[in-house]
């Protein structure tokens, strides 16, 4: 679904991703690792066109959105969606009004029929009766939950997730975690994560690749990247200091 070739970005002359190679299966949930600060969300950035790379290629579903001008690489992003670490919710919106909002946007669907979509997106991440709440009458992990039914509510090919697990305890995590796995096998679509959370990403990764000085190291099942020899991945892994 998503490959680079040797993408190349610098800051202030600073390299940040150097000559990366990275490729993501389609209807898999991929999670990319690494320190932070290493450029995990800048590359982020470049599989969904934010930041164009100083060279390089990325295909998207076989299209290099490198090449494209902003009216094509808007028609490439309709594949995607994209839950930030805050959730990102209007906070002068409701629960309801948030998740709606894609669908006014990018439809010309009734209120009605809105409406009935937006019930089933929060009923399938786990919520009910909370339409008419206002972002800051929510915890945490429901913020999460109505970023992700709005991030799903137009059916994308392709959802981005960053460090979805970030300020949740524990349990919150794991419940997150399920509610990715849950999200990713009723729609099938491709998930990207970025994330430093080692339990979370061996958790629900069907790949992992990491992240180490604006490469990928290592790409491969969880139990690949467990048996690696790899001294950075094995003390990433391990949490000791590399």
């Keep these: 679904m998503i490959k680079l070739v040797k993408v190349c ?5 600073q390299k940040v991703l150097d000559n990366l190679d990275l490729e993501i299966e389609a209807q898999k949930i991929t999670v990319i690792i690494g320190q932070s600060g290493g450029g995990k969300s800048v590359l982020l950035k470049h599989i969904i066109g934010l930041i164009k790379p100083d060279s390089g290629q990325i295909f998207v579903d076989g299209t290099d959105i490198v090449k494209l001008n902003d009216r094509m690489l808007n ?3 309709k594949k995607f969606s994209m839950l930030f670490q805050d959730a990102a919710l209007f906070d002068s919106m409701t629960v309801g009004e948030n998740v709606a909002f894609p669908l006014k946007e990018h439809t010309r669907l009734s209120k009605k029929e809105i409406e009935e979509i937006v019930e089933a997106k ?4 786990g919520l009910t009766n909370v339409t008419h709440k206002m972002p800051s009458e929510l915890s945490g992990g429901m913020r999460k939950r109505v ?12 959802i981005l997730f960053d460090e979805p697990t970030t300020g949740l305890d524990p349990l919150m995590s794991d419940a997150i975690d399920q509610l990715i796995l849950k999200t990713q096998y009723d729609t099938r679509s491709t998930c990207v994560i970025i994330s430093h959370d080692i339990a979370s990403a061996f958790k ?4 992992i690749a990491m992240l180490y000085h ?6 491969g099942t969880p139990a690949e990247l467990r048996s690696s020899n790899i001294s950075i991945i094995k ?3 391990e949490g000791t200091s590399a």
């Design 75 to 77: 028609e490439v992003r």
């Design 147 to 158: 970023g992700l039914a709005r991030a799903i509510v137009l059916n994308p090919q392709i």
């Design 9 to 13: 970005k610098s800051f202030n002359g």
């Design 204 to 207: 629900i990764a069907h790949n």
């Design 214 to 219: 604006g490469k990928i190291i290592q790409s």
């Design 122 to 125: 929060l009923l399938q991440v």
């Design 235 to 237: 003390k990433f892994i």
